[in-house]
């Protein structure tokens, strides 16, 4: 079992635990490789002793940090608690690891605004964070990956936009367009009723194949009847 093993298993068993990797490896294939694995730190050897306890002091020092209760953020379908470090999506809570949930609550508070890079790394990492921000692209990649994941039927879920040289921009789902036949007309009932007596209408039929004034005649005596006689007039003799 080597390091990146650990991490995950850590990392499952202890969801809140911090985790920092001290090693040699420098490539960005193995950050990435480690922050992936759960890591919140990756730090390379050599290094000096003073960054290793800031960096933890930092850590420590935000996860001591008691926050006032928040009303739970709605965006959509996606329900972001702050105060239960909690995040449900149709009542189906996703499984984000800490750097991952603490940037969502970062975007989840600045919804329509443009986030910098910079202000990401200071509030979700350290404010004197310094070198390679690609952990910021990491987490957001699997942030971005549990969230399409998790959702089982379609979702309405905050959008991500990246914004080249500058950083994210969160925005509102969009209100799905309701359709024009949606509210037209009545009930299906009622237009199908009203199809039904359009038709007998247009074929000169009333009920059950009936003139006005002929219920309770069959319809062949009813079609059958001759023309009423025009009355006469007293004192004139027929033609």
């Not at 990491?138 to 942030?143: E, F, H, K, P, S």
């Not at 914004?163 to 359709?179: A, F, N, Q, T």
């Not at 007596?197 to 319809?219: C, F, I, K, N, V």
Request: aromatic share 4%; glycine share 8%; charged share 25%.
């Amino acid at each position: 079992m080597d390091g990146l093993d650990v991490a995950r298993t850590l990392r499952a068993r202890f969801p809140e635990l911090l985790i920092v990797i001290l090693t040699a490896r420098t490539d960005d294939i193995d950050v990435i490789a480690g922050l992936d694995a759960g890591a919140d730190d990756y730090l390379v050897k050599p290094f000096s002793l003073t960054v290793l306890l800031a960096r933890l002091r930092a850590h420590l020092r935000r996860r001591a940090i008691a926050d006032p209760p928040q009303e739970p953020i709605r965006l959509g379908d996606l329900v972001v608690d702050i105060t239960a470090r909690r995040c449900t999506l149709h009542e189906d809570e996703i499984p984000l690891r800490p750097k991952e949930f603490e940037l969502l609550a970062v975007l989840a508070r600045n919804v329509g605004a443009a986030v910098s890079r910079e202000t990401l790394m200071a509030e979700v990492w350290d404010e004197n964070w310094f070198g390679s921000t690609k952990t910021l692209d990491v987490t957001m990649a699997g942030l971005r990956r549990r969230l399409t994941d998790t959702a089982s039927r379609p979702s309405r879920t905050p959008r991500i936009t990246t914004l080249r040289g500058h950083g994210y921009r969160p925005s509102r789902p969009e209100v799905p367009r309701r359709s024009a036949s949606a509210g037209r007309g009545a009930a299906p009932e009622a237009r199908r009723d009203f199809a039904a007596g359009s038709e007998d209408l247009a074929t000169g039929q009333y009920g059950q194949g009936q003139q006005p004034g002929d219920q309770g005649q069959p319809p062949s005596a009813a079609g059958s009847r001759a023309p009423p006689t025009p009355p006469r007039c007293p004192g004139l003799r027929p033609a």
